[in-house]
């Protein structure tokens, strides 16, 4: 590994996928608007803007679990997954929801589907420089459409990340990466 020459490197390489938060320290809304406003600096083929966002706190973190719930017993879910999800979502003071709008061809929404992953770690990676936690948890499968009405998201917007976030309280050990596979052309 190189030396952290730059001070964005140490915060790349310090983010880590984590949940060890103080669980009773709010994030201040305006934290949340800084982050999804850097968020939104994210490159965009087209400049389709395509990121959604909604922070879910309080009460409504529950009623978002219930949703995420109701919906994985209509898919299947076995019952213990199903009666853990409605608590799940209520385990930091925040969680974000990051949709991706539907573009006009199928290739532009799987751009904007790209596009938003990279808003997403722009939100993580400012919120890692303040001292918050995050952690990328995937919609469980067939909760996408209620997910997104429930955040007030466009019909088919694709949910990408569903991110709890919340102020570090320790560190998570870093893994050893695997070095980049590059291949070179030359000529
Ligand atoms: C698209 C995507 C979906 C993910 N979904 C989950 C998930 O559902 N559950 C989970 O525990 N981690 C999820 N993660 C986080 C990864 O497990 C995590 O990034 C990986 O273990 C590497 O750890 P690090 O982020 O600390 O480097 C997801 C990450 C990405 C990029």
Redesign the pocket.
């Known amino acids: 590994m190189t030396d952290n020459l730059f001070p964005i490197d140490a915060i790349i390489r310090s983010?880590?996928?984590?949940m060890l938060v103080d669980k009773d320290r709010p994030v201040p809304t305006e934290l949340i608007e800084e982050l999804c406003e850097l968020a939104t600096w994210a490159p965009n083929h087209k400049r389709t803007w395509p990121w959604r966002f909604a922070a879910i706190t309080g009460p409504a973190q529950l009623r978002f679990g219930d949703t995420i719930a109701e919906a994985m017993a209509t898919f299947g879910d076995e019952p213990a997954k199903v009666e853990k999800a409605r608590t799940k979502y209520a385990r930091t003071p925040v969680v974000m929801v990051f949709g991706s709008a539907v573009g006009d061809s199928e290739l532009r929404t799987a751009e904007n589907r790209d596009a938003t992953?990279a808003a997403v770690q722009n939100f993580m990676l400012g919120a890692t420089s303040r001292g918050l936690a995050t952690?990328?948890?995937?919609c469980p499968k067939g909760a996408n459409d209620p997910v997104a009405q429930f955040c007030g998201f466009e019909p088919d917007t694709t949910v990408v990340?569903i991110m709890y976030v919340g102020w570090a309280t320790s560190t998570?050990e870093t893994?050893q990466r695997p070095a980049a596979n590059i291949t070179f052309l030359e000529k």
Request: charged fraction near 15%; glycine fraction near 8%.
């Open positions: 983010r880590r996928t984590s992953a952690y990328w948890g995937s990340c998570v893994p």
